[in-house]
């Protein structure tokens, strides 16, 4: 007896989505390794940068206490967007018991489709991150600034390196030093610290000879290599292989500073199957909803604008 289109799509479901899971999951989530992960019920969210108090005084005894006010510096809004794809598996196939090996294959290949885009979408700031008017922080600067982001207490922080430099030693320490200025809105010294290296493709070699040697790189001393030996980047390095080949020499150090990369899940990736009664066609699709963006961007340090 021939299989019907309703049975064919009820036994076919559930193996179409183990098959797209594991090979979703099968891409590495390179952007995971740039962003904080938060759920959202809504259709934007927004995030408002404090900038906090100034300096306690000290009370001298019988003084009355001083007071500050709080201050909004800027607010970040992501706006969440829907990513879909389907494909159509044809009545013709589905006679000719052809649907099984087709649909593996299409499922295949819309999860890896899926998973690209996701990628694409997470490097985005990181690609733009110099570029003015393309991805801004929630202050209206680009993501890594050189001549500053300006605060409501008129101080200019910069997370960008003042002469952009290849990926070596000395850019990667003048990097740390920097990154150990970071203050807030109020010119309080917050600590921050370095905790990964981002790179391109083109720089995972000199990332692996700046961190991972015992010895200093390109010398012939016996120094030793005081960034490995100090643990000065505690995570390391990661390549994302996003960044486009214009970009290859970009490198980016993220901070310890929170909420400063940030990734929103609206919702989380679905699929689903139904048929069409004009065509015959069975169809399968994929859909998930997110934002990729920044909160504080003192959360990442860059280098770019190289030639």
């Given amino acids: 007896m021939a299989i019907s289109r309703a049975q064919m799509m009820k036994e076919l479901l559930p193996g179409l989505n183990a098959l797209f899971g594991l090979e979703y999951q099968q891409y590495e989530d390179e952007a995971g390794e740039v962003y904080e992960t938060?759920?959202?019920d809504r259709a934007f969210e927004e995030e408002v940068k404090l900038a906090g108090f100034g300096a306690a005084p000290v009370k001298s005894e019988g003084s009355a206490i001083s007071y500050d006010t709080a201050q909004e510096n800027f607010t970040a809004r992501y706006v969440h967007q829907t990513v879909a794809m389907g494909f159509a598996i044809t009545e013709e196939a589905v006679e000719d018991n052809l649907y099984d090996s087709v649909s593996a294959r299409y499922t295949k290949a819309l999860a890896r489709a899926m998973a690209h885009?996701?990628?694409v979408k997470g490097a985005f700031p990181l690609n733009n991150a110099y570029v003015s008017g393309n991805f801004t922080a929630g202050d209206g600067v680009e993501l890594c600034s050189a001549a500053g982001h300006?605060?409501?207490g008129g101080v200019a922080i910069p997370n960008a390196?003042?002469?952009p430099s290849d990926l070596n030693e000395t850019s990667?320490?003048?990097a740390v030093i920097d990154i150990a200025a970071?203050?807030?809105a109020r010119g309080l010294l917050i600590a921050a610290r370095p905790r990964k290296l981002i790179v391109a493709p083109y720089n995972q070699f000199v990332a692996t000879r700046i961190l991972d040697t015992e010895l200093r790189p390109g010398t012939a001393d016996n120094d030793i290599n005081a960034m490995r030996t100090n643990g000065t980047i505690p995570?390391?390095?990661?390549?994302n292989h996003f960044l486009t080949t214009t970009n290859k020499k970009h490198w980016f150090v993220m901070t310890d500073v929170p909420n400063g990369m940030k990734h929103f899940t609206r919702t989380a990736i679905q699929t689903g199957m139904d048929g069409d009664f004009d065509t015959g066609?069975?169809?399968y699709k994929a859909r998930e909803r997110y934002s990729f963006g920044v909160s504080d961007y003192l959360g990442i340090f860059g280098s770019g604008n190289i030639t």
């Fill in 38 to 40: 938060e759920s959202s």
């Fill in 182 to 184: 970071f203050t807030d």
């Fill in 117 to 119: 885009t996701k990628q």
């Fill in 235 to 239: 995570d390391g390095y990661r390549v």
């Fill in 172 to 174: 990667l320490e003048q």
């Fill in 150 to 152: 300006l605060t409501v």
């Fill in 161 to 163: 390196l003042v002469t």
């Fill in 281 to 283: 066609n069975v169809r």
